[in-house]
Antibody, heavy 124, light 109 residues
């Protein structure tokens, strides 16, 4: 069974850099059929897709965050990481990693397995 | 950006009854739609992908339908564990920009 274990920065001050890591067990981040995604959920609100990375190193980001976000795949440690710079209070959220699966053959990924989430709070 | 609109925002239904949740896309997404269930303090769980295919381990009382811009999630006979928030998500955009609806909270009547 796939498990995604997220960890990283809990409380940040404005302008700092958020760094989160998601360790994948039960599957390989090198499997070409998947994308590896980050999604966030502000308190009491809905879900926002941040971006994904594919085995080939291709990344796609939400345009609203593109200038501040980087997703990295570490195949040797079977994990993915999220880096978000210049955080503000608006970045306070639970951050999830999730595996994307493509059944269409056209890189259209739905999210079939999610990590448990990591709470990040930005406060001065 | 494709905007996903879910209705109603809150749905009150008695256990054993049927619940029907709606999701509308601002433009056609063919069948590239997923439904997720989220309970308090938990990560979302995939229920349906491809608009109508149940994910592994999802009970048959959950069914999805629709294509293009109009989609429905139906729960045929509500169990106590089904009361949660449900989100729809499109994954048709290219370049990728996955978007979610704001959710429907299914509560006990």
């Amino acid at each position: 069974q796939l498990q995604l274990q997220g960890s990283g920065s809990g409380v940040l001050k404005p302008s700092q850099t958020l760094t989160l890591t998601c360790v994948v067990s039960g599957d390989s981040v090198s499997a070409s059929a998947y994308s590896w995604n980050w999604i966030r959920q502000p308190p009491g609100k809905g879900l926002e897709w941040i971006g994904y990375i594919h085995l080939r190193g291709t990344t796609y980001y939400n345009p609203s965050l593109q200038s501040r976000v980087t997703i990295i795949l570490d195949r040797s440690k079977n994990r993915l990481s999220l880096r978000l710079t210049s955080v503000t209070a608006a970045d306070t959220a639970v951050y999830y990693c999730a595996r994307g699966v493509d059944r269409t053959g056209y890189s259209r990924y739905y999210l079939d397995s999610w990590g448990q989430g990591a709470q990040v709070t930005v406060s001065s | 950006e494709i905007v996903m609109t879910q209705s109603p925002a809150t749905l009150s239904v008695s256990p054993g009854e049927r619940a029907t949740l709606s999701c509308r896309a601002s433009q056609s997404i063919t069948s590239n739609l997923a439904w997720y269930q989220q309970k308090p303090g938990q990560a979302p769980r995939l229920l349906i992908y491809g608009a109508s295919t149940r994910a592994t381990g999802i009970p048959a009382r959950f069914s999805g339908s629709g294509s293009g811009t109009e989609f429905t999630l139906t729960i045929s006979s509500l169990q106590s564990e089904d009361f949660a928030v449900y989100y729809c998500q499109q994954y048709n955009n290219w370049p990728p920009l996955f978007t979610f609806g704001r959710g429907t909270k299914l509560e006990i009547k």
